[in-house]
């Protein structure tokens, strides 16, 4: 049995949101174990002095203390959790600068989350996740080259999408929209044997993702089962050819939002959104149906509309759909009607998930919304940088599954 | 006997002194230890669940963060017993702190709020400023007594 993950835990608030049970749970699941790092309280205004931030709260001073105890080696961990209560902007500073803190100067991998009493161990389990896979599996996300006959499934909670990867190059590929899990499943990874030419038994090793990654994994004898995290960071950099150096993905999902610092494809600092629709994919999908047109005609239409004519701004889906109802009836241009969607989602990820890693270039955007070219349009004005888009974006987390699960092949 | 609610809430010293001096501390009386090996400088000693945040919107709104309504449903119902309060303020980690400053703030606002008698006094950085801080808190707490009597 391998050794259990250890994730240092920092945070304000957890146990009297009445949380810290999920937190602990989420981490049981994983195989992980979170601690707090036990530092001497004679140490704590000494280590706040020298971080530099001048906080009140006396647990965000502990904070601070144990993050630098991390850095400077006095405390042994193999990642770091940083939660603190949601809506608290003193706690959101600390969170923010010790995160980035921790990501230069050191290698632990770092997931920050703010939490209120509704958080649970399933909202945390990705997370943590990710964090144990980073830390356990880092042999294997170095891997660069696919290698043999592999394929990769991504079970999203939109679409499903299956990837046959041989000698290194993509010869298949599937997708359908997620109704029955297993069953979307079958079709995307017959849709992709078919186009490759190859039958079941030709896999060698098979990789899934995504939600519904246990079931199918389960269902295909998977070799490697992983959060979207990780594989999905892997598979932009892949397909981007910029397996080396500093990086940061972008993947506007279905349900929720992921937005990664990658250093050599492995993430450092990553976040996940998903509370509200208005900043998901799902949002622009609504908008395509109320403009009449198929998802994939969004982003041309996008392209000829100026945003800034419709006020559209709103992480809510009902709200959005609000000011998207009120615009047409006021006689905005479809054009215009789509841009300024486009700009909305674009604009919620900026201001709620991109404050929180550290933009470094090229930024890659993957996933089916990246095809929406009026999204990464206004992601790119926002970011006021060129928005990298591979090809097979949307396949991401099934290429990056193919690519890993080359690692589990007899004799690799 | 009358109830005071001591600040820091967690203060041994403080609870001690009131509770030498005849009255009964109302405090979290947990001790603080000389390594933290818990969440928070305040960790509860209760099993706080997900209720605790909603009990506290009694005390906080609902925008207010969790863990202020979660510190509030315990600290609240003990405000609104005290019929006395010491409070001391620029405390050293040592003597007893409270984790969260918005919840200080909340809980000092409250007690200035209630019209009981209130002693607030700067944590001693001497001796000399020691014994006048005892001294302070054995006054104000015999003078409780009096009131208490008439």
């Known amino acids: ?412 | 006997m009358a109830k005071v609610f001591i600040y820091p809430a967690t203060s041994l010293i403080l609870s001690d002194l009131v509770a030498r001096f005849g009255h009964k501390p109302l405090g979290a009386a947990l001790g603080i230890r000389e390594r933290i090996q818990t969440a928070g400088v305040d960790s509860p000693p209760l099993q706080i669940t997900p209720e605790e945040p909603k009990r506290g919107l009694k005390y906080a709104a609902v925008e207010v963060p969790s863990g202020v309504r979660g510190r509030m449903a315990i600290y609240g119902p003990l405000l609104e017993e005290a019929e006395a309060a010491i409070i001391v303020t620029d405390a050293d980690l040592a003597f007893g702190c409270m984790g969260c400053a918005r919840t200080d703030e909340l809980i000092l606002f409250s007690l200035r709020q209630s019209g009981i008698p209130i002693l607030e006094l700067k944590y001693p950085e001497n001796e000399e400023e020691g014994v006048q801080f005892v001294a302070a808190v054995r006054k104000f707490l015999a003078g409780l007594e009096k009131e208490g009597e008439a």
């Open chain 1, 1 to 412: 049995m391998s050794r259990k993950v250890r994730i240092a835990q920092l945070s304000c608030g957890p146990e009297y949101s009445g949380v810290q049970k999920e937190i602990y749970e989420a981490a049981e699941s994983v195989d992980a174990e979170v601690f707090f790092p036990d530092i001497a309280l004679a140490d704590v205004e000494r280590a706040v002095d020298a971080f530099g931030l001048d906080v009140r709260s006396a647990d965000l001073k502990l904070m601070i203390a144990r993050g630098k105890a991390l850095v400077d080696g006095k405390v042994d961990a193999d990642a770091v959790f940083i939660g603190t209560c949601f809506r608290c902007a003193e706690a959101a500073i600390v969170r923010n600068e010790l995160r980035r803190y921790i990501h230069e100067h050191s290698r632990l991998p770092v997931v920050s989350y703010s939490f209120t009493e509704r958080t649970t161990a399933g909202t945390l389990l990705t997370r943590m996740e990710a964090l144990t896979t980073i830390a356990r599996r880092r042999a294997l996300l170095a891997r660069e080259e696919q290698t043999g006959i592999t394929m990769g499934v991504d079970s999203g909670s939109s679409t499903t999408k299956a990837v046959v990867m041989k000698d290194n190059e993509i010869v298949g590929t599937g997708w359908l929209p997620t109704t029955e899990v297993i069953k979307s499943a079958e079709g995307a990874v017959a849709s992709a044997l078919e186009m490759a030419g190859l039958a079941r038994e030709d896999i060698q090793a098979v990789g899934t993702t995504g939600y519904g990654r246990f079931l199918i994994g389960r269902h295909l004898g998977a070799d490697l089962i992983q959060e979207e995290l990780t594989v999905n960071s892997k598979g932009a950099v892949y397909l981007a050819g910029h397996q080396r150096g500093a990086s940061t993905v972008i993947d506007i999902g279905g349900m929720d939002n992921k937005a990664i610092s990658v250093l050599d494809g492995i993430p450092g600092t990553f976040t996940m959104g998903g509370i509200c629709a208005g900043a998901s994919g799902r949002f622009l999908e609504m908008t395509a149906k109320r403009l009449g047109v198929e998802i994939t005609e969004l982003g041309p239409l996008a392209m000829k509309g100026m945003g800034k004519n419709v006020p559209m701004n709103s992480y809510c889906i009902v709200f959005g759909t609000q000011s998207l109802v009120n615009a047409l009836a006021a006689g905005s241009s479809r054009e215009d009607v789509a841009a300024a969607a486009c700009h909305s989602v674009a604009e919620q990820v900026f201001e709620q998930q991109l404050q929180e890693i550290d933009i470094k270039e090229p930024v890659i955007m993957v996933g089916g919304t990246s095809l929406i070219e009026g999204l990464v349009y206004a992601m790119g004005q926002l970011l006021q940088t060129e928005i990298l888009v591979p090809p097979h974006s949307q396949y991401i987390g099934a290429v990056g599954s193919a690519l890993l699960a080359s690692g589990f092949i007899k004799g690799e």
